[in-house]
Protein backbone atom coordinates (compact mmCIF):
# COMPACT_ATOMS: atom_id res chain seq x y z
CA UNK A 1 0.00 0.00 0.00
CA UNK A 2 1.39 3.26 -1.15
CA UNK A 3 2.93 5.68 1.86
CA UNK A 4 1.66 9.57 1.56
CA UNK A 5 3.73 12.05 3.69
CA UNK A 6 3.57 15.42 4.22
CA UNK A 7 6.71 17.64 3.08
CA UNK A 8 7.10 20.68 5.28
CA UNK A 9 10.22 23.60 3.41
CA UNK A 10 10.97 26.63 2.87
CA UNK A 11 10.74 28.13 -0.71
CA UNK A 12 14.25 28.77 -0.83
CA UNK A 13 14.46 24.29 -0.97
CA UNK A 14 12.62 23.95 -3.47
CA UNK A 15 15.24 22.58 -5.86
CA UNK A 16 15.38 19.88 -3.06
CA UNK A 17 12.48 18.43 -2.76
CA UNK A 18 11.90 17.01 -6.10
CA UNK A 19 14.71 15.16 -5.47
CA UNK A 20 13.32 13.67 -2.30
CA UNK A 21 10.25 12.82 -3.98
CA UNK A 22 11.87 11.32 -7.20
CA UNK A 23 14.03 9.53 -4.97
CA UNK A 24 11.27 7.90 -2.70
CA UNK A 25 8.89 7.28 -5.63
CA UNK A 26 10.70 3.98 -6.27
CA UNK A 27 9.55 2.46 -2.83
CA UNK A 28 5.89 3.87 -3.25
CA UNK A 29 5.82 7.04 -1.42
CA UNK A 30 4.06 9.72 -2.27
CA UNK A 31 5.43 13.35 -1.02
CA UNK A 32 2.74 15.74 -0.40
CA UNK A 33 4.34 19.33 -0.59
CA UNK A 34 2.81 22.80 -0.58
CA UNK A 35 4.61 24.31 -4.07
CA UNK A 36 3.56 20.61 -5.83
CA UNK A 37 -0.06 20.95 -4.83
CA UNK A 38 -1.65 24.20 -4.35
CA UNK A 39 -3.39 26.35 -7.05
CA UNK A 40 -4.15 29.96 -6.83
CA UNK A 41 -7.25 31.13 -5.00
CA UNK A 42 -7.08 27.84 -3.13
CA UNK A 43 -7.70 28.28 0.98
CA UNK A 44 -4.31 28.01 2.51
CA UNK A 45 -4.30 27.04 5.97
CA UNK A 46 -7.07 24.63 5.24
CA UNK A 47 -5.91 23.02 2.56
CA UNK A 48 -2.36 22.19 4.50
CA UNK A 49 -4.08 21.07 7.78
CA UNK A 50 -6.23 18.75 5.79
CA UNK A 51 -2.82 17.43 4.00
CA UNK A 52 -0.81 16.83 7.37
CA UNK A 53 -3.56 14.91 8.87
CA UNK A 54 -4.35 12.85 5.42
CA UNK A 55 -0.57 11.91 5.29
CA UNK A 56 1.34 8.92 7.56
CA UNK A 57 3.71 10.47 8.31
CA UNK A 58 5.56 14.57 8.47
CA UNK A 59 8.99 15.36 7.21
CA UNK A 60 10.21 18.81 7.26
CA UNK A 61 13.15 19.96 5.57
CA UNK A 62 15.30 21.59 8.38
CA UNK A 63 17.36 24.63 6.67
CA UNK A 64 18.68 27.85 7.89
CA UNK A 65 15.97 29.67 5.51
CA UNK A 66 12.55 27.09 7.17
CA UNK A 67 13.87 28.48 10.70
CA UNK A 68 12.73 31.74 9.72
CA UNK A 69 9.84 31.08 7.95
CA UNK A 70 6.35 30.79 9.68
CA UNK A 71 4.39 28.97 7.62
CA UNK A 72 7.10 25.89 8.37
CA UNK A 73 6.30 26.50 11.78
CA UNK A 74 3.21 26.00 11.67
CA UNK A 75 2.59 23.14 9.58
CA UNK A 76 5.50 21.67 12.30
CA UNK A 77 3.04 22.77 15.24
CA UNK A 78 0.13 20.94 13.36
CA UNK A 79 2.35 17.76 12.78
CA UNK A 80 3.31 17.94 16.32
CA UNK A 81 -0.54 17.71 17.62
CA UNK A 82 -1.57 15.30 14.68
CA UNK A 83 1.37 12.99 16.16
CA UNK A 84 0.22 13.70 19.82
CA UNK A 85 -3.36 12.64 18.64
CA UNK A 86 -2.86 9.27 16.68
CA UNK A 87 0.43 8.45 19.04
CA UNK A 88 3.74 5.90 17.69
CA UNK A 89 1.55 5.69 14.58
CA UNK A 90 2.19 9.13 13.10
CA UNK A 91 6.10 10.43 12.80
CA UNK A 92 7.05 13.49 12.72
CA UNK A 93 11.02 13.42 10.95
CA UNK A 94 13.40 16.68 10.56
CA UNK A 95 15.48 16.38 7.52
CA UNK A 96 18.40 18.37 8.66
CA UNK A 97 21.61 20.43 6.67
CA UNK A 98 24.50 20.72 8.38
CA UNK A 99 24.48 23.95 9.38
CA UNK A 100 21.63 23.64 11.59
CA UNK A 101 22.16 23.21 15.30
CA UNK A 102 20.43 20.67 17.45
CA UNK A 103 19.31 23.64 19.45
CA UNK A 104 17.56 25.26 16.57
CA UNK A 105 15.92 21.76 15.55
CA UNK A 106 14.55 21.47 18.96
CA UNK A 107 13.56 24.80 19.46
CA UNK A 108 11.48 24.51 15.84
CA UNK A 109 10.19 20.57 16.59
CA UNK A 110 9.71 21.65 20.04
CA UNK A 111 10.96 18.48 21.60
CA UNK A 112 14.27 16.71 20.65
CA UNK A 113 13.84 14.23 17.81
CA UNK A 114 16.50 11.86 15.72
CA UNK A 115 16.82 13.67 12.13
CA UNK A 116 17.81 12.51 8.94
CA UNK A 117 21.30 14.59 8.08
CA UNK A 118 21.48 16.51 4.78
CA UNK A 119 25.06 16.65 3.62
CA UNK A 120 25.80 19.03 1.02
CA UNK A 121 26.87 18.10 -3.06
CA UNK A 122 25.17 16.03 -5.97
CA UNK A 123 24.52 13.22 -4.00
CA UNK A 124 22.94 14.66 -1.19
CA UNK A 125 19.37 13.37 -1.27
CA UNK A 126 20.95 9.86 -2.50
CA UNK A 127 23.08 9.25 0.64
CA UNK A 128 19.99 10.64 3.21
CA UNK A 129 17.36 8.33 1.45
CA UNK A 130 18.63 5.23 3.41
CA UNK A 131 18.10 6.57 6.80
CA UNK A 132 15.34 8.23 5.84
CA UNK A 133 13.37 4.82 4.44
CA UNK A 134 14.70 3.54 7.65
CA UNK A 135 12.69 6.52 9.70
CA UNK A 136 9.77 5.80 7.75
CA UNK A 137 9.97 1.71 8.97
CA UNK A 138 10.11 1.18 4.65
CA UNK A 139 13.71 -0.50 5.92
CA UNK A 140 15.99 -1.27 8.40
CA UNK A 141 18.98 0.92 9.45
CA UNK A 142 21.74 -1.30 7.93
CA UNK A 143 19.84 -2.54 4.72
CA UNK A 144 22.26 -3.20 2.02
CA UNK A 145 20.42 -1.29 -0.34
CA UNK A 146 21.70 1.84 -1.10
CA UNK A 147 20.52 4.66 -4.20
CA UNK A 148 22.61 4.53 -6.87
CA UNK A 149 25.33 7.45 -6.56
CA UNK A 150 26.08 10.38 -9.17
CA UNK A 151 29.18 10.96 -10.57
CA UNK A 152 29.97 14.63 -11.15
CA UNK A 153 32.83 16.35 -12.52
CA UNK A 154 35.03 18.34 -10.40
CA UNK A 155 34.13 21.70 -10.23
CA UNK A 156 37.07 24.33 -11.87
CA UNK A 157 35.89 28.45 -10.26
CA UNK A 158 36.72 31.45 -11.86
CA UNK A 159 36.12 34.18 -9.21
CA UNK A 160 35.69 37.75 -10.82
CA UNK A 161 35.50 39.66 -7.33
CA UNK A 162 34.58 43.21 -7.04
CA UNK A 163 34.81 45.61 -4.44
CA UNK A 164 34.48 49.27 -3.75
CA UNK A 165 31.48 49.33 -6.22
CA UNK A 166 30.40 52.81 -7.07
CA UNK A 167 28.88 55.01 -9.88
CA UNK A 168 30.71 57.37 -12.64
CA UNK A 169 29.05 59.09 -15.99
CA UNK A 170 30.35 57.17 -19.26
CA UNK A 171 29.66 58.24 -22.86
CA UNK A 172 26.93 60.64 -21.96
CA UNK A 173 25.53 57.86 -19.20
CA UNK A 174 25.98 56.38 -15.79
CA UNK A 175 27.95 53.15 -15.20
CA UNK A 176 29.34 50.98 -12.72
CA UNK A 177 32.58 50.77 -11.91
CA UNK A 178 34.39 48.85 -8.96
CA UNK A 179 38.00 47.57 -8.32
CA UNK A 180 38.31 44.16 -9.92
CA UNK A 181 40.38 40.66 -9.14
CA UNK A 182 40.56 37.82 -11.39
CA UNK A 183 41.09 34.54 -8.90
CA UNK A 184 41.12 31.25 -9.79
CA UNK A 185 41.80 28.25 -7.90
CA UNK A 186 43.60 24.48 -9.38
CA UNK A 187 41.70 21.80 -9.12
CA UNK A 188 43.94 20.07 -6.98
CA UNK A 189 43.14 23.00 -4.09
CA UNK A 190 40.85 23.49 -1.64
CA UNK A 191 38.94 26.99 -2.38
CA UNK A 192 39.02 29.00 1.32
CA UNK A 193 35.78 31.13 1.19
CA UNK A 194 36.79 34.88 2.78
CA UNK A 195 35.18 35.88 6.31
CA UNK A 196 33.49 39.04 5.21
CA UNK A 197 30.22 40.26 3.94
CA UNK A 198 29.62 39.87 0.01
CA UNK A 199 27.15 39.18 -2.60
CA UNK A 200 27.61 36.20 -5.14
CA UNK A 201 26.08 35.05 -8.58
CA UNK A 202 27.36 32.52 -10.46
CA UNK A 203 27.22 30.40 -13.84
CA UNK A 204 27.72 27.08 -14.80
CA UNK A 205 29.63 26.88 -18.23
CA UNK A 206 30.17 24.43 -21.40
CA UNK A 207 32.94 22.02 -20.09
CA UNK A 208 37.19 22.29 -21.03
CA UNK A 209 39.70 19.59 -21.71
CA UNK A 210 43.28 20.95 -21.56
CA UNK A 211 46.28 19.91 -20.27
CA UNK A 212 47.48 21.39 -16.49
CA UNK A 213 49.12 25.14 -16.82
CA UNK A 214 49.97 26.92 -13.63
CA UNK A 215 48.15 29.67 -12.39
CA UNK A 216 49.39 33.07 -12.33
CA UNK A 217 48.47 35.85 -9.30
CA UNK A 218 45.85 38.30 -10.62
CA UNK A 219 46.41 41.99 -9.57
CA UNK A 220 43.92 44.15 -8.85
CA UNK A 221 42.28 46.47 -11.43
CA UNK A 222 39.65 49.19 -12.11
CA UNK A 223 36.70 48.03 -14.53
CA UNK A 224 33.92 49.82 -16.02
CA UNK A 225 30.39 47.73 -16.81
CA UNK A 226 30.94 47.56 -20.58
CA UNK A 227 26.69 47.24 -20.55
CA UNK A 228 24.12 50.23 -18.30
CA UNK A 229 20.46 50.62 -18.06
CA UNK A 230 19.96 50.97 -21.71
CA UNK A 231 21.28 47.47 -22.85
CA UNK A 232 19.56 46.26 -19.76
CA UNK A 233 16.09 47.84 -20.93
CA UNK A 234 16.75 46.43 -24.54
CA UNK A 235 16.82 42.92 -23.19
CA UNK A 236 14.25 43.16 -20.71
CA UNK A 237 11.99 44.26 -23.56
CA UNK A 238 12.90 41.61 -25.82
CA UNK A 239 12.84 38.88 -23.44
CA UNK A 240 9.63 39.54 -21.36
CA UNK A 241 7.41 41.96 -23.22
CA UNK A 242 8.73 41.40 -27.12
CA UNK A 243 8.07 37.57 -27.44
CA UNK A 244 4.34 38.35 -25.53
CA UNK A 245 3.62 41.04 -28.79
CA UNK A 246 5.73 39.91 -31.52
CA UNK A 247 3.69 42.57 -33.93
CA UNK A 248 5.47 43.70 -37.16
CA UNK A 249 6.05 46.86 -36.32
CA UNK A 250 8.55 45.61 -33.28
CA UNK A 251 10.45 43.30 -34.91
CA UNK A 252 13.23 45.73 -36.40
CA UNK A 253 14.26 46.21 -33.27
CA UNK A 254 14.23 42.95 -32.18
CA UNK A 255 16.42 42.00 -35.11
CA UNK A 256 18.35 44.45 -33.60
CA UNK A 257 18.81 43.49 -29.85
CA UNK A 258 19.51 39.86 -31.70
CA UNK A 259 22.84 40.90 -33.58
CA UNK A 260 23.66 43.14 -30.06
CA UNK A 261 23.61 39.64 -28.01
CA UNK A 262 27.00 38.27 -29.20
CA UNK A 263 28.55 42.03 -29.31
CA UNK A 264 27.57 42.24 -25.81
CA UNK A 265 28.87 39.05 -24.29
CA UNK A 266 32.15 39.57 -25.77
CA UNK A 267 32.48 43.22 -23.87
CA UNK A 268 31.48 40.79 -20.70
CA UNK A 269 34.28 38.60 -22.16
CA UNK A 270 36.36 41.31 -22.99
CA UNK A 271 36.00 42.91 -19.27
CA UNK A 272 37.49 39.58 -17.59
CA UNK A 273 41.12 40.37 -19.29
CA UNK A 274 41.16 43.94 -18.85
CA UNK A 275 44.27 43.44 -16.95
CA UNK A 276 47.53 41.42 -18.48
CA UNK A 277 47.52 39.51 -15.30
CA UNK A 278 43.63 38.41 -15.42
CA UNK A 279 43.97 37.63 -18.80
CA UNK A 280 46.81 34.92 -17.54
CA UNK A 281 44.19 34.03 -15.06
CA UNK A 282 41.50 33.13 -17.48
CA UNK A 283 43.98 31.69 -20.04
CA UNK A 284 44.64 29.31 -16.87
CA UNK A 285 41.31 28.87 -16.19
CA UNK A 286 39.66 27.61 -19.31
CA UNK A 287 43.20 25.39 -19.78
CA UNK A 288 43.44 23.71 -16.39
CA UNK A 289 41.83 20.15 -16.48
CA UNK A 290 44.35 19.17 -13.79
CA UNK A 291 44.39 15.35 -13.03
CA UNK A 292 40.55 15.13 -14.26
CA UNK A 293 39.72 14.52 -17.70
CA UNK A 294 36.92 16.36 -17.30
CA UNK A 295 35.89 19.20 -15.14
CA UNK A 296 32.72 21.69 -14.81
CA UNK A 297 33.47 25.46 -15.24
CA UNK A 298 32.45 27.98 -13.16
CA UNK A 299 32.38 32.10 -13.07
CA UNK A 300 31.46 33.23 -9.61
CA UNK A 301 30.94 37.19 -9.53
CA UNK A 302 31.78 37.71 -5.91
CA UNK A 303 30.64 41.14 -4.97
CA UNK A 304 32.54 42.29 -1.53
CA UNK A 305 29.70 44.38 0.69
CA UNK A 306 31.38 47.77 0.89
CA UNK A 307 31.68 49.60 4.34
CA UNK A 308 29.79 52.77 3.87
CA UNK A 309 30.16 53.68 7.66
CA UNK A 310 29.89 57.35 8.02
CA UNK A 311 29.27 58.16 4.20
CA UNK A 312 26.99 60.51 2.79
CA UNK A 313 23.62 59.22 1.77
CA UNK A 314 24.78 60.29 -2.05
CA UNK A 315 27.63 57.61 -1.72
CA UNK A 316 25.55 55.19 -0.22
CA UNK A 317 23.18 55.80 -2.40
CA UNK A 318 25.50 55.25 -5.57
CA UNK A 319 27.65 52.29 -4.64
CA UNK A 320 24.19 50.24 -3.78
CA UNK A 321 23.38 51.39 -7.06
CA UNK A 322 26.07 50.57 -8.60
CA UNK A 323 26.75 46.67 -6.64
CA UNK A 324 22.97 46.18 -8.35
CA UNK A 325 23.98 47.09 -11.60
CA UNK A 326 27.38 44.40 -11.51
CA UNK A 327 25.01 41.40 -9.58
CA UNK A 328 22.46 42.44 -12.69
CA UNK A 329 24.51 42.21 -15.85
CA UNK A 330 23.36 39.25 -18.08
CA UNK A 331 26.95 37.21 -17.72
CA UNK A 332 25.12 34.74 -19.29
CA UNK A 333 25.96 36.33 -22.47
CA UNK A 334 29.25 35.50 -22.14
CA UNK A 335 31.02 35.50 -25.38
CA UNK A 336 34.27 34.70 -27.00
CA UNK A 337 33.95 35.48 -30.21
CA UNK A 338 34.05 31.77 -31.09
CA UNK A 339 30.86 31.31 -28.82
CA UNK A 340 28.44 31.85 -26.04
CA UNK A 341 29.85 29.99 -22.37
CA UNK A 342 26.71 28.35 -21.14
CA UNK A 343 26.92 24.43 -20.57
CA UNK A 344 26.04 22.77 -24.15
CA UNK A 345 22.99 24.96 -25.16
CA UNK A 346 24.32 28.45 -25.79
CA UNK A 347 22.11 31.21 -23.57
CA UNK A 348 21.77 32.60 -27.67
CA UNK A 349 19.52 29.49 -27.93
CA UNK A 350 17.01 31.22 -25.45
CA UNK A 351 17.20 34.06 -27.61
CA UNK A 352 16.92 32.04 -30.88
CA UNK A 353 14.00 30.28 -28.98
CA UNK A 354 12.45 33.98 -28.33
CA UNK A 355 12.56 34.94 -32.07
CA UNK A 356 11.49 32.06 -33.29
CA UNK A 357 8.19 32.19 -31.60
CA UNK A 358 8.14 35.79 -32.23
CA UNK A 359 8.12 35.08 -35.24
CA UNK A 360 5.27 32.29 -35.75
CA UNK A 361 3.45 34.69 -33.83
CA UNK A 362 3.51 36.93 -36.62
CA UNK A 363 2.51 34.68 -39.02
CA UNK A 364 -0.33 33.91 -37.50
CA UNK A 365 -1.49 37.97 -37.42
Known amino acids: ?111 PLTCVPLSTGPNAVAEAVPALLAALGLAQPDDPRRPTVLESAPLAELTLCLSQPTMVEH ?44 VPPGAPYHVTAPLGPLEAGELSWYLERYVMWPSQPF ?15 QDLYALLKTSPQAAEVLHAWRHDAGPHARRQPRLSILL ?36 FFISGRPWGARAAAVAGAARLAAAGH
Open 1 to 111: MPLTIFLSHATHDDETAPGLRAALAPYEVSVWADSQRLRGGEPFPQRIREAIQAAQHGVVLVSQQALTRPWVREEVRIAQAVKRQRGVGYKVIPVRYADVSNEALKELCGE
Open 171 to 214: EGTYRATALAELRYLPLHTLPTAPPIPRWRRWLTLRPLLAPTVP
Open 251 to 265: QRRAQEVESALPRWG
Open 304 to 339: HEPDLAGADEATQRQARQAATQWLALPWELLHDGEG
